[in-house]
């Protein structure tokens, strides 16, 4: 089977498919010849061009009538893209109109090609990343709601601190999603911007006809028109890339909460199964996090990424040598990361197994020291904190040294009773009567949410 080289295998696993037609060679050709044929429309509007070329240059614009393999060993001779894409426009126009090719590209420079279409891909990666992070969103937010009264065991370095419920967790991961959301809202109007200066910035070549060709040109291309062209300023790009960078931690720890919990030790919550999911080559008991390991590897990935693009903004003068170019591959490779993340985000918050029982046991493998501090809070307000304190701490080690549960101990420590009703010490050590705001957390997160998607 003949097949292009190419880096594909692990493209349906690390990427959403919607977000690789975006970047692909396809989207990346049509996307500078939509510059190309919006920047003839708007010379035309302004009379700079004859109205009857635009037509011809339209119908060359589209990305089919290109080899991408020609382009792509073009371009490491011309030393950017669009030199050889705009070159081989002009003698796609030729062949049906040669008056119409004199106007192709006039005015323009290479990098208001490239970094106008790098935007125009931009914008539809940016709806795709919204869709996905307000799909996710909704299904955390009612995930929360659903697990908002399930206890687990809350874990501090590691180890089982005091209770809290899946709720909380999940809200946890809700508000991260929610104030992503409201970030790449605010970049809005600093991203989806025009690139139109010419050689130098100036856009001397265009005369006094400059403003209101940029100003045609923006609304050819329904982008907004900078204060001026951004050739070497581009903390846009880079602020997108780094609301994108949060996305991605945030979605690591997502994964990483869920790879914790499905450990055998654990075993509380689980990725949704399915057939061949998660299985091992070797070991036919396996379940393995697949999903989780997406998020993971895109968290661990897209900071050496994004620390590139941060590299590269202090720019020479007015046109860059190397940091510019060090940007083509790698702001689009973190959308795909991105995506692919979102897409196996969607997954497993849509379809978690929870296994509330096994919490219920897990948060009584300490034998009830995880509500220590639950007796020594009520017992402080009657003996005092320090000897409440000490006493609790007395009683936690009689317990583990005998191995019994807390209840037992504090029921034969006569300074204990002595303070608390058998029904108080039954209470207190009651998981679900020491979960404090938990309930009243998720509300105000699933209550965020709501407010950002109405």
Excluded at 202 to 220: N, R, V, Y
């Amino acid at each position: 089977m003949n097949q292009r080289p190419g880096n594909q295998l692990f493209e349906a696993y690390f990427t959403a498919r919607d977000m690789r037609e975006v970047f692909c060679d396809q989207g990346r050709v049509q996307a500078m010849l939509d510059f190309e044929a919006a920047l003839a429309r708007a010379e035309a509007r302004v009379g700079l061009i004859p109205p009857t070329a635009v037509a011809p240059i339209e119908a060359a614009c589209r990305a089919e009538h290109y080899d991408f393999i020609a382009l792509g060993e073009a371009i490491a001779t011309a030393g950017n893209s669009a030199i050889p894409l705009v070159k081989a426009l002009g003698k796609q126009i030729a062949k049906d109109d040669a008056e119409a090719e004199r106007y192709v590209h006039l005015g323009a420079t290479s990098q208001d090609v490239m970094d106008t279409g790098l935007v125009l891909q931009l914008r539809r990666a940016l709806a795709l990343i919204e869709s996905d992070l307000a799909q996710l969103g909704e299904t955390l937010a009612t995930q929360a709601l659903r697990y908002v009264a399930t206890p687990l065991a809350g874990r501090t370095w590691l180890q089982h601190a005091t209770p809290v419920t899946l709720g909380m967790k999940i809200a946890g991961w809700l508000g991260a999603v929610t104030r992503s959301r409201q970030r790449l809202q605010a970049l809005k109007p600093r991203l989806l911007v025009l690139q139109f200066g010419g050689a130098s910035g100036t856009l001397a070549a265009l005369g006094e006809q400059a403003m209101p060709i940029a100003e045609a040109l923006a609304a050819e291309l329904q982008l907004a028109l900078p204060e001026q062209p951004w050739h070497t300023q581009r903390d846009r790009l880079v602020e997108f890339a780094a609301v994108l960078g949060l996305i991605a931690g945030s979605l690591g720890k997502f994964g990483r909460d869920i790879s914790l919990l499905m450990q055998t030790e654990a075993a509380e919550v689980f990725e949704p199964s399915a057939p061949g999911k998660g299985g091992s080559s070797t070991m036919p008991h396996k379940r393995n996090p697949v999903g989780a390991a997406v998020l993971i590897g895109a968290a661990t990935r897209v900071p050496g990424l994004l620390s590139t693009l941060f590299s590269a903004m202090p720019q020479e003068h007015e046109r860059s040598l190397g940091l510019w170019h060090a940007e083509w591959e790698t702001l689009p490779e973190i959308c795909c990361l991105v995506s692919g993340a979102l897409q196996q985000a969607l997954s497993l918050a849509d379809g978690l197994e929870v296994d509330a029982d096994r919490m219920a046991r897990n948060l009584d493998l300490t034998q009830g020291l995880v509500l220590a501090e639950a007796v020594s809070i009520v017992l402080a307000q009657r003996v005092g904190r320090d000897t409440a304190h000490h006493l609790l701490e007395q009683c936690c080690k009689r317990a583990v040294a005998e191995q019994r549960h807390l209840r037992a101990v504090l029921g034969d420590e006569p300074q204990v009773t002595a303070e608390l009703s058998a029904v108080e010490l039954d209470r207190l050590l009651d998981p679900a009567h020491y979960l404090g705001q938990a309930h009243t957390w998720v509300e105000r997160a699933v209550a965020e949410h709501s407010a950002l998607t109405a």
